[in-house]
């Protein structure tokens, strides 16, 4: 048996100004051939899992194109068209194969192009046809369509965000293509759509907790092979936007269905309680100080480069740098020019920087610092994260640097921070501090949650704000929960 194996994933936040192009994936991950294999071999993300199953049940892997970028604007057009031709010529030149199995995203938007899985589905079709099998692996923050739905044999998506069962997923995705490809399996997929959005959830704790325990309890019934609590990424504006859930059964179209109503209708009856009542920066940094122990981890959400925010944002830190509280620090901002500067510095040196708030004019203004230059590097190290263990990072010429008590990582690549390797590298241990900061709405709880005395999520204005009133949403499918208020979908699904 031989499958071929690709990877294409976006998450794209439309209401980003930093457009999506070839040389973004490319900074990231565009690989052909056995240079998939070498970058996920033994790496907890979804390739990585599919590589580990199909070795295991002694199946042939073909590679064939992988392309990978942290979430940013829209995807260009150009950029769709290369992405969509190398993925359909490299499955094309892996000759004949018994399945296919995709890592997809389920978020990601082209110019002009709403939903780019569902698009690439159905191009992979007209080449392919429908007798060979397609499944696919999506993130949680997936919008699901109908297309993606049509045009593929099963849809897998992850459980659990932090998103650290995506290895499971990959592996899970071969076993099932195996099992339709022997002929003892008949995936029906059902999807259940909610009119609502939710800001992003933890599914450590309730609501989502739970909703998820439904879902495993639904999957332990004869003949569902699949049930998943789809969180959808708000920050689209798309009509498809939203929550959803997808259950697979093994040919039963009325029970895939059954499940699918009833697990939507719980998340409808727990909608209210997907609304958190964060504290402001300055607030949370006071109520952290006034805190026993340390170190208490303060996530700044609402600049989270993880949702296509532009990493940049100088509300949290602002509010630190005039606290000036003893034994703080901030991992990191975003912003190569000042790397730049302070590696043309060299360490020892002091320099005045404007540090921040660079890309856009709802981030915060740049801070006016002058900052010692403490240490340097390359920005390069392994994730050691239970969420995508192991995969290379490389956040390009970064520096830590020092002004007052505080402690600022600058890097110049936009993303998240998943775990304390970034501050391993400057020879910070987050144990030491007070207040540890650092931007990410709830994937660094995967490697933080055992490590913080307490997690302090603040929010202010940005591009994943959990204030979701202050988007200016134009093509998303209207009444939506809770920007409307929405009394049909309960009516609807009481009736199953
Ligand atoms: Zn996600």
């Given at each position: 048996?031989?499958i071929?194996?690709?990877?294409?994933?976006?998450e794209?936040?439309?209401f980003?100004?930093?457009?999506?192009t070839?040389?973004?994936?490319?900074?990231?991950?565009w690989?052909?051939?056995e240079?998939?294999?070498?970058?996920?071999?033994?790496?907890d993300d979804?390739v990585?899992g599919m590589?580990?199953?199909?070795?295991?049940?002694?199946?042939?892997?073909?590679p064939?194109?992988?392309?990978?970028?942290?979430?940013?604007?829209?995807?260009?057009k150009?950029?769709?068209e290369?992405?969509?031709?190398?993925?359909?010529?490299?499955?094309?030149n892996?000759?004949?194969?018994?399945?296919?199995?995709?890592?997809?995203?389920?978020?990601?938007v082209?110019?002009?192009?709403?939903?780019?899985?569902?698009?690439?589905?159905?191009?992979?079709?007209?080449?392919?046809?429908?007798e060979?099998?397609?499944?696919?692996?999506?993130?949680?923050?997936a919008?699901?369509?109908?297309i993606?739905?049509?045009?593929?044999?099963?849809?897998?998506?992850?459980?659990?965000y932090?998103?650290?069962?995506?290895?499971?997923?990959?592996r899970?995705?071969?076993g099932?293509?195996?099992?339709?490809?022997?002929?003892?399996?008949?995936?029906?997929?059902?999807?259940?759509?909610?009119?609502?959005?939710?800001?992003?959830?933890?599914?450590?704790?309730?609501?989502?907790k739970?909703?998820?325990?439904?879902?495993?309890?639904?999957?332990?019934?004869q003949g569902?092979?699949?049930?998943?609590?789809?969180?959808g990424?708000?920050y689209?504006?798309i009509?498809?936007?939203?929550?959803?859930?997808?259950?697979?059964?093994?040919?039963n179209s009325?029970?895939?269905?059954?499940?699918?109503?009833?697990v939507?209708?719980?998340?409808?009856?727990?909608?209210?309680?997907?609304?958190p009542?964060?504290?402001?920066?300055?607030?949370?940094?006071?109520?952290?100080l006034?805190?026993?122990?340390f170190?208490?981890v303060?996530?700044e959400?609402?600049?989270?480069?993880?949702?296509?925010?532009p990493?940049?944002?100088?509300?949290?830190?602002?509010?630190?740098?005039?606290?000036?509280a003893?034994?703080?620090c901030?991992g990191?901002?975003y912003?190569?020019?000042?790397?730049?500067?302070?590696?043309?510095?060299?360490?020892?040196?002091?320099?005045?920087?404007?540090?921040?708030?660079?890309?856009?004019?709802l981030?915060g203004?740049?801070?006016?610092?002058r900052?010692?230059v403490?240490?340097?590097s390359?920005g390069?190290?392994?994730?050691s994260?239970p969420?995508?263990?192991?995969?290379?990072?490389n956040?390009?010429?970064?520096?830590?640097?020092?002004?007052?008590?505080?402690?600022?990582?600058?890097?110049s690549?936009?993303?998240?921070?998943?775990?304390?390797?970034?501050?391993?590298?400057?020879?910070?241990?987050?144990?030491?501090?007070?207040?540890?900061?650092?931007?990410s709405?709830?994937?660094?709880?995967?490697?933080?949650?055992?490590?913080?005395?307490?997690?302090?999520?603040?929010?202010?204005?940005?591009?994943s704000?959990?204030?979701?009133?202050?988007?200016?949403y134009?093509?998303?499918?209207?009444?939506i929960?809770?920007?409307?208020?929405?009394?049909?979908?309960?009516?609807?699904t009481?009736?199953?």
């Amino acid at each position: 048996m031989k499958i071929a194996i690709a990877q294409l994933a976006h998450e794209t936040n439309t209401f980003s100004n930093v457009p999506t192009t070839v040389k973004l994936f490319k900074n990231w991950e565009w690989d052909h051939n056995e240079r998939i294999i070498e970058r996920h071999l033994g790496v907890d993300d979804y390739v990585g899992g599919m590589i580990d199953k199909c070795n295991q049940l002694g199946i042939e892997i073909a590679p064939t194109f992988s392309a990978f970028t942290g979430p940013s604007g829209m995807i260009t057009k150009e950029t769709y068209e290369t992405l969509e031709k190398e993925l359909i010529t490299s499955i094309q030149n892996a000759g004949e194969v018994d399945g296919i199995c995709l890592a997809l995203h389920g978020a990601g938007v082209a110019e002009g192009m709403d939903d780019l899985e569902g698009s690439l589905l159905k191009a992979l079709r007209k080449s392919i046809g429908y007798e060979i099998p397609i499944v696919v692996t999506l993130d949680l923050h997936a919008n699901l369509t109908d297309i993606m739905v049509q045009e593929a044999n099963a849809l897998l998506g992850v459980n659990f965000y932090p998103h650290t069962d995506s290895h499971d997923r990959g592996r899970e995705a071969i076993g099932l293509l195996e099992q339709i490809i022997q002929g003892e399996m008949e995936p029906v997929i059902h999807l259940e759509k909610l009119p609502l959005i939710i800001p992003t959830s933890t599914t450590y704790a309730s609501p989502a907790k739970e909703i998820n325990e439904q879902c495993w309890e639904w999957e332990k019934e004869q003949g569902v092979v699949d049930c998943t609590f789809f969180h959808g990424f708000p920050y689209t504006d798309i009509p498809d936007v939203g929550v959803s859930v997808i259950t697979i059964t093994n040919g039963n179209s009325s029970l895939a269905e059954k499940v699918g109503k009833e697990v939507a209708k719980t998340i409808w009856d727990k909608r209210e309680e997907f609304r958190p009542d964060l504290p402001t920066p300055e607030e949370g940094i006071q109520q952290a100080l006034a805190k026993p122990g340390f170190p208490i981890v303060i996530n700044e959400t609402s600049d989270n480069p993880g949702g296509g925010t532009p990493g940049d944002g100088t509300f949290l830190l602002k509010a630190m740098v005039e606290a000036n509280a003893p034994k703080t620090c901030f991992g990191f901002i975003y912003d190569p020019e000042v790397a730049e500067l302070a590696h043309q510095a060299g360490v020892g040196s002091y320099i005045e920087v404007e540090l921040g708030g660079k890309t856009d004019l709802l981030h915060g203004q740049p801070l006016s610092l002058r900052v010692y230059v403490k240490s340097l590097s390359d920005g390069q190290f392994f994730q050691s994260s239970p969420m995508w263990r192991g995969i290379k990072v490389n956040l390009g010429k970064s520096a830590r640097l020092q002004t007052g008590n505080v402690d600022i990582l600058v890097c110049s690549v936009r993303a998240q921070t998943f775990d304390e390797q970034v501050f391993l590298l400057h020879g910070m241990d987050v144990k030491e501090y007070k207040i540890v900061a650092l931007k990410s709405s709830q994937h660094f709880r995967a490697a933080f949650q055992s490590i913080a005395k307490e997690i302090i999520t603040v929010d202010s204005p940005g591009l994943s704000t959990c204030d979701f009133s202050s988007f200016d949403y134009k093509r998303i499918n209207r009444p939506i929960f809770p920007l409307d208020s929405v009394h049909d979908y309960k009516k609807q699904t009481s009736e199953v």
